[in-house]
């Protein structure tokens, strides 16, 4: 690999850049604040290029604020690496005074740019693997939206109906769905287990017999009438909708992934991994970008999902390991996940996990080196 004669460092922000160009003695060629704008990205990019064209550009972010900038520099064939904040945010602390300014950040990307020769480029991937990120960066956001809905709505019914809160898994959607239509204990009394049932039914929920069973058997429980328990029922009402709301909106999105991750050429390659469903894969190739040639190796690729100990030693002391620090935590999330899931019917699974649950480990150590191992295999 060849030196560069340049080095570009970008502080990314959320309407603005700072981009700090050094040569190979660390001397700033150019400083400036830059609008997060194309026209403005391009003036930039063209200005570096005129002082030399072999030049690494370096950034702090790899989505989000920074995708415009990355997708100008690929446009215009510019190699990138990507620097983690934690590491911009400790390496000032080796160099002289406290002060801190957008161009001193990016100062130290293109500096430690400079320095290290370990960075690897940045690849956004292939758009099947953007559009996977981006759907399953929403559904991410969607399932943490309905388990706030939830135990917000838990606390409410909480106050007018203890009973019931305590015999219904909200978690489920039937008994979510009995909540958008029967409240309280009176409500649930006037009607009944048979009309609930069959109320129930024609929403095809399933165990209807047994959940209006329940809720009526909470509603014999409690015959006192709350203050402001007409209020906080309609709260109710309202939260258990809105649960439903996201359940479809969910629906909708995990279909639009497995359709998209369906496209993707290793998709039947990774589906044929024991455990790992559509929604897992698309997660794996949302973390990843879908291309192994970046990683070169499988060791690198635990390194990156965190199934690989880093070594903690000093002086006399030595052989100690511990989880690393930077990794990414939706792989590291996918693949134990997949992993949990193969033990229910894949032989060679049952049988590493067995062996390791033999040689003294715990449940959560030995499904670690169990996803450890299909990383190999995968």
Same mark, same amino acid.
């Given at each position: 690999?060849?030196?560069?004669?340049?080095?570009?460092? !970008?502080?990314?922000?959320?309407?603005?850049?700072?981009?700090?160009?050094?040569?190979?003695?660390?001397?700033?060629?150019?400083?400036?604040?830059?609008?997060?704008?194309?026209?403005?990205?391009?003036?930039? #990019?063209?200005?570096?290029?005129?002082?030399?064209?072999? +030049?690494?550009?370096? +950034?702090?972010?790899?989505?989000? /604020?920074?995708?415009?900038?990355?997708?100008?520099?690929?446009?215009?064939?510019?190699?990138? +690496?990507?620097?983690?904040?934690?590491?911009?945010?400790?390496?000032?602390?080796?160099?002289?005074?406290?002060?801190?300014?957008?161009?001193?950040?990016?100062?130290?990307?293109?500096?430690?740019?400079?320095?290290?020769?370990?960075?690897?480029?940045?690849?956004?991937?292939?758009?099947?693997?953007?559009?996977?990120?981006?759907?399953?960066?929403?559904?991410?956001?969607?399932?943490?939206?309905?388990?706030?809905?939830?135990?917000?709505?838990? !606390?409410?019914?909480? &106050?007018?109906?203890?009973?019931?809160?305590?015999?219904?898994?909200?978690?489920?959607?039937?008994?979510? #769905?009995? $909540?958008?239509? @029967?409240?309280?204990?009176?409500?649930?009394?006037?009607? /009944?287990?048979?009309?609930?049932?069959?109320?129930?039914?024609?929403?095809?929920?399933?165990?209807?017999?047994?959940?209006?069973?329940?809720?009526?058997?909470?509603?014999?429980?409690?015959?006192?009438?709350?203050?402001?328990?007409?209020?906080?029922?309609?709260?109710?009402?309202?939260?258990?909708?809105? !649960?439903?709301?996201?359940?479809? &909106?969910?629906? &909708?999105?995990?279909?639009?992934? &497995?359709?998209?991750?369906?496209?993707?050429?290793?998709?039947?390659?990774?589906?044929?991994?024991?455990?790992?469903?559509?929604?897992?894969?698309?997660?794996?190739?949302?973390?990843?970008?879908?291309?192994?040639?970046?990683?070169?190796?499988?060791?690198?690729?635990?390194?990156?999902? /965190?199934?690989?100990?880093?070594?903690?030693?000093?002086?006399?002391?030595?052989?100690?390991?511990?989880?690393?620090?930077?990794?990414?935590?939706?792989?590291?999330?996918?693949?134990?996940?997949?992993?949990?899931?193969?033990?229910?019917?894949?032989?060679?699974?049952?049988? @590493? @996990?067995?062996?390791?649950?033999?040689?003294?480990?715990?449940?959560?150590?030995?499904? !670690?080196?169990?996803?450890?191992?299909?990383?190999?295999? $995968?």
């Amino acid at each position: 690999m060849t030196v560069p004669r340049m080095w570009a460092g !970008v502080d990314i922000g959320m309407g603005h850049h700072h981009c700090v160009v050094i040569d190979g003695d660390g001397e700033r060629l150019l400083s400036r604040r830059v609008l997060d704008d194309e026209s403005a990205l391009l003036g930039l #990019i063209g200005d570096v290029l005129a002082l030399d064209a072999d +030049v690494l550009w370096a +950034v702090d972010l790899n989505s989000g /604020g920074a995708a415009l900038l990355i997708g100008l520099l690929l446009s215009h064939d510019q190699p990138m +690496v990507y620097i983690t904040g934690l590491r911009v945010d400790l390496a000032p602390a080796s160099c002289r005074g406290e002060g801190k300014t957008d161009a001193m950040d990016a100062f130290v990307i293109a500096d430690q740019a400079r320095m290290r020769r370990d960075l690897g480029p940045l690849r956004p991937g292939g758009e099947i693997a953007v559009d996977l990120r981006t759907l399953t960066a929403r559904r991410t956001d969607l399932v943490a939206d309905r388990t706030r809905r939830i135990n917000r709505l838990r !606390v409410q019914l909480l &106050e007018i109906f203890p009973a019931l809160e305590r015999k219904l898994e909200l978690a489920n959607k039937g008994p979510v #769905i009995l $909540l958008t239509g @029967y409240q309280t204990p009176a409500a649930i009394r006037r009607s /009944g287990a048979k009309r609930i049932e069959t109320w129930l039914r024609g929403r095809k929920v399933r165990g209807a017999a047994a959940l209006a069973r329940t809720a009526v058997a909470a509603a014999e429980a409690q015959y006192t009438a709350l203050p402001g328990a007409k209020r906080a029922a309609a709260m109710v009402l309202r939260l258990a909708t809105g !649960v439903m709301a996201l359940d479809e &909106e969910i629906a &909708e999105v995990e279909t639009l992934i &497995e359709a998209r991750f369906r496209e993707h050429p290793h998709a039947e390659v990774i589906l044929s991994l024991p455990g790992t469903g559509k929604l897992m894969g698309a997660a794996f190739i949302a973390s990843t970008g879908g291309d192994m040639d970046a990683f070169g190796s499988a060791d690198r690729l635990a390194g990156y999902a /965190g199934l690989a100990p880093a070594p903690r030693d000093s002086g006399r002391v030595s052989g100690n390991l511990r989880r690393p620090r930077r990794f990414h935590r939706g792989l590291l999330n996918a693949m134990c996940l997949s992993a949990l899931s193969s033990l229910k019917s894949c032989r060679a699974s049952q049988t @590493y @996990y067995a062996r390791k649950r033999a040689e003294g480990k715990g449940h959560k150590q030995a499904l !670690v080196a169990l996803a450890r191992r299909r990383v190999n295999v $995968l």
